[in-house]
C-alpha cells in the first residue's frame, strides 16, 4: 500500500509542474510559493482539525507530541528550502527538465543512505542506474543542456535527498498530518517573509493575479502541497529511502507527460524511450522479495 501512496502523489507532483509554471507567467516564484503554501497550510488544518474531534470522540491522545514538533520543524526548514529553489529554478526551465533536475534525488539517495546507515541491493543501484538514463533521456533538450540557471534544481534536488531521509526517520513515529502541517506553516511564515522582502507583491499588485491564478495554487497547494506531501509520510513508513525516491523519480516522467498533453511541449522518440526506462527501473526496484534476493 505504501507504493501506491507514493504513485500517487508522485502523479501529483509531476502534474504540478504545469500548474507552477502556468501560475508564475504572471506572478513572482515566492509570491506563488506563498499563497500555495497558505492554501497547503489551510486544507492540512482542516483534515487535521476533522481527525482531531474523530480522535476526541474515540477518546485517543496524541502519539508521540514531541518527535511530531521537531521532525516537523525540521522538515519544513528543508521543504522551504528544496521547493523554493525549484520554484526560481522552473522559471527559466521547461517542465520535463526541471522534473528531471529535481528528481536526481535518486541518485542522491542511496549515497547519502549510507551516512544514515541505510544500505541499497544492488538491485536497486542498477535501478538508479537505469533510471538515470531515462531521466537523461527524458531531459534531453537540442542545444543548450545545461545553463548556469539550473543549479537551483540541482540544490533542489540535494535538499530533497536529505528531506526523503529525514521522512525515512519520523514517519512511522508520528501523526502524518500533524507532522505535515507543522511544516507547512513553517514554510507559509518562512516564504511569506521572503517574497516580502524580494518581490514586494504590494508594490508590484501582484494580488490580482493571485486571484487570477486560482486555480494552479489550488491545485499546488491543496493536492501537491498537502495531499501529495502526506501521502509520501504514510508511504515512506515501509518503503525503502532509495526505493522509496526512485518511485518518486517518476515525477519526471508524469512532468514530461503533463506538459505534453496540457502546455503542448513535444515528447521526442528519445523521451518516450527514457519514461518505458524509469519505469522499468521502478518496476525492478519495487520487484517481489525473491527476485530480490536473486541480485542480493
Not at 516522467?253 to 526506462?277: H, P
Request: charged share 10%; glycine share 8%.
Amino acid at each position: 500500500m505504501g507504493m501506491i501512496y507514493l504513485l500517487v502523489a508522485t502523479v501529483i507532483w509531476g502534474s504540478s509542474f504545469v500548474a507552477q509554471r502556468a501560475g508564475m507567467e504572471t506572478i513572482g516564484p515566492l509570491t506563488f510559493a506563498s499563497a500555495r503554501y497558505t492554501l497547503s497550510t489551510a486544507a492540512l488544518a482542516v483534515w487535521f482539525a476533522v481527525l482531531a474531534i474523530r480522535r476526541k470522540s474515540k477518546g485517543e491522545k496524541l502519539a508521540n507530541l514531541r518527535g511530531t514538533l521537531i521532525g516537523g520543524i525540521l522538515c519544513g526548514l528543508l521543504s522551504f528550502a528544496a521547493t523554493t529553489t525549484q520554484q526560481i529554478g522552473i522559471v527559466t526551465a521547461s517542465s520535463g527538465k526541471s522534473g528531471f533536475l529535481t528528481a536526481m534525488y535518486i541518485v542522491f539517495a542511496p549515497i547519502v543512505g549510507i551516512m544514515f546507515g541505510k544500505k541499497t541491493s544492488r538491485l536497486v543501484w542498477l535501478a538508479v542506474a537505469l533510471s538515470f538514463v531515462g531521466m537523461a533521456f527524458v531531459c534531453y533538450e537540442p542545444g543548450i543542456f545545461f545553463i548556469k540557471q539550473d543549479l537551483w534544481l540541482v540544490s533542489c534536488a540535494i535538499l530533497f535527498t536529505f528531506q526523503i531521509m529525514l521522512v525515512d526517520k519520523y514517519a512511522a513515529k508520528v501523526d502524518a498530518i500533524l507532522f505535515m502541517l507543522v511544516s507547512t506553516v513553517l514554510c507559509m511564515v518562512l516564504t511569506i517573509a521572503c517574497m516580502f522582502v524580494w518581490e514586494n507583491p504590494i508594490k508590484l499588485g501582484s494580488f490580482p493575479q493571485i486571484l487570477a491564478n486560482w486555480f494552479p495554487l489550488m491545485y499546488s497547494g491543496v493536492l501537491s502541497g498537502a495531499v501529495a506531501y502526506t501521502l509520501q509520510v504514510y508511504g515512506q513508513r515501509k518503503a525503502h529511502p532509495s526505493v522509496a525516491s526512485l518511485v518518486m523519480s517518476l515525477e519526471a516522467v508524469f512532468a514530461a507527460v503533463f506538459g505534453w498533453l496540457i502546455l503542448r511541449e513535444s515528447m521526442s522518440a528519445l523521451q518516450i524511450t527514457g519514461c518505458a526506462l524509469m519505469f522499468a527501473a521502478t518496476v525492478a526496484a519495487t520487484s517481489p522479495q525473491w527476485l530480490r534476493r536473486v541480485y542480493e
